[in-house]
């Protein structure tokens, strides 16, 4: 064999060698580090290129200093490896970053429908009830043996249930749609509290359940949308009366987050404390699934009858949910050996303005 072939292989031998060890580097590395090894491949390609050219030089009999220039010169390549590594690097991090949020969107959207589609069937489904009363009602007074009064005000009392379900509907769709936008304003919770028990006070006053709210502190003030917190407050409260018997108490309690997670300061933290009896454990963590109502619904709206569509929880975790929050439910051991469920919602300091 001539001594150029020898030396073609023997350079194209270690340049294989050099680079098969750094394909399996690279490989390795981008398991976990998919962009880093992306910026390396250039220079697995130089290093194995220049490796395969400094063994063959060296074969060759030239001097420590050529095989030394030669390989100097090889090396200049580095920079431009580096840098073609590096574009690549941040446009395949892109490019992963792009499509990981794409299939988060997608799931999202597909988790969005599902719940829609629920949703409707369910409110389809219970709407039936009121419907079929008030077609009841109507044929009793077509046919003459319903007492018109009573009828008439029967039929009103439907027509409100049905009302607060479609109102209710609609609120969900509305939290739910990926192009709403928040309106944040500052507002003081303890006032949208007082106005969330002034607005339940007659539905207490007739199930003689006693309301009580108080603000530990200092006036607590967060930049939210005011009318979505205040619906909120409203069916956490309506929820609570309905399933607290008579003669027992609702009671609300205002105060300031601690501030740890919150970037923007200390948010607000309502617990509303009711007298239901508990909340098998099993149960807990579907309190607030669309539609979902246990042994009793636990409601929807303040004009609604018992057994709404079961949105009303629903609709307080998406209103917490869209401002960055949350809402949780717990069983609670309360004075005179009774037992209830304490709804703790936290809305952060947020910042107005912001969606």
């Known amino acids: 064999m001539s001594p150029v072939l020898q030396g073609v292989a023997l350079s194209a031998g270690v340049a294989a060698l050099v680079g098969a060890a750094g394909a399996v580097g690279v490989a390795v590395l981008a398991r976990r580090r998919p962009a880093a090894a992306t910026a390396l491949a250039p220079l697995v390609v130089v290093a194995s290129v220049a490796a395969g050219v400094y063994a063959s030089a060296r074969a060759m009999f030239l001097s420590k200093a050529d095989s030394a220039t030669v390989l100097w010169l090889l090396l200049a390549a580095v920079p431009v490896a580096l840098a073609v ?16 949020a794409a299939l988060a969107a997608r799931e999202r959207d597909r988790a969005v429908e599902t719940r829609r589609r629920e949703m409707v069937a369910w409110v389809s489904h219970d709407l039936r009830t009121p419907l079929a009363a008030v077609r009841a009602l109507t044929e009793a007074l077509e046919d003459g043996v319903a007492e018109p009064g009573e009828a008439v005000g029967r039929i009103a009392a439907e ?13 969900l769709s509305r939290l739910q749609s990926p192009t709403r936008e928040l309106r944040r304003e500052p507002a003081d919770v303890g006032d949208l ?14 199930d003689a359940v006693r309301v009580a709210g108080d603000v530990v502190g200092a006036p607590v003030v967060v930049a939210v949308d005011a009318q979505d917190v205040a619906r909120a407050l409203g069916n956490l409260l309506v929820n609570a009366v309905r399933h607290t018997p008579a003669g027992a108490e609702v009671r609300v309690r205002v105060s300031l987050s601690d501030g740890t997670v919150d970037e923007d300061g200390p948010g607000a933290v309502v617990e509303v404390t009711d007298t239901c009896g508990g909340i098998p454990d099993a149960d807990l963590p579907r309190v607030f699934d669309t539609g979902w109502r246990g042994t009793a ?3 929807p709206t303040l004009d609604a009858a018992p057994g709404g569509a079961g949105i009303g929880l629903s609709i307080v975790r998406e209103v917490a949910t869209a401002h960055g929050g949350d809402v949780t439910v717990r069983n609670v051991d309360l004075p005179e050996g009774r037992r209830g469920c304490r709804f703790t919602l936290r809305l952060p300091a947020g910042a107005p303005g912001g969606a």
């Open 159 to 171: 027509n409100r249930r049905m009302s607060a379900m479609v109102d209710d509907l609609l609120a």
């Open 193 to 206: 509290v007082s106005d969330a028990l002034a607005a339940a006070q007659p539905l207490a006053d007739a």
């Open 297 to 299: 619904a636990r409601t």
């Open 85 to 100: 590594g590096l574009a690549l690097a941040v446009r395949t991090h892109r490019l992963t970053t792009d499509h990981a």
